[in-house]
Nanobody, 124 residues
Framework: QVQLVESGGGLVQAGGSLRLSCAAS????????MGWFRQAPGKEREFVAA????????KFADSVKGRFTISRDNAKNTVYLQMNSLKPEDTANYYC?????????????????WGQGIQVTVSS
């Protein structure tokens, strides 16, 4: 069973930036699509971004396009989420996740392994 561990969250003012990292255990990291989701209090978990196995394709939720980027370093078994121009509505618990097949799904049921989540709080 893979372990995913997020880091890099915290409190930031609106307009600021944060970079989240997600480190994965195991030797097959490069075989999987990786994604980021978030969940705000009282709301359902929502898709944020995904990246294909060799980083040739990326996908973003409309709400973060142009502000967030996703990248990965397969040699380090790590996926990143760079978040710029943060807004108070970006406040949420952020999760990284692994998809065993396909690319482009925004449905969290298509992701089979999840990190524990990390809090991002954007103050106005």
């Amino acid at each position: 069973q893979v372990q995913l561990v997020e880091s890099g969250g915290g409190l930031v003012q609106a307009g600021g930036s944060l970079r989240l990292s997600c480190a994965a255990s195991g030797r097959t990291f490069s075989n999987y699509v990786m994604g980021w989701f978030r969940q705000a209090p009282g709301k359902e978990r929502e898709f944020v971004a995904a990246i294909s196995q060799m980083a040739g394709r990326t996908k973003f939720a409309d709400s973060v396009k142009g502000r967030f980027t996703i990248s990965r370093d397969n040699a380090k078994n790590t996926v990143y989420l760079q978040m710029n121009s943060l807004k108070p509505e970006d406040t949420a618990n952020y999760y990284c996740a692994r998809a065993p097949r396909g690319f482009g799904s925004i449905d969290d049921r298509d992701y089979d392994s999840w990190g524990q989540g990390i809090q991002v709080t954007v103050s106005s």
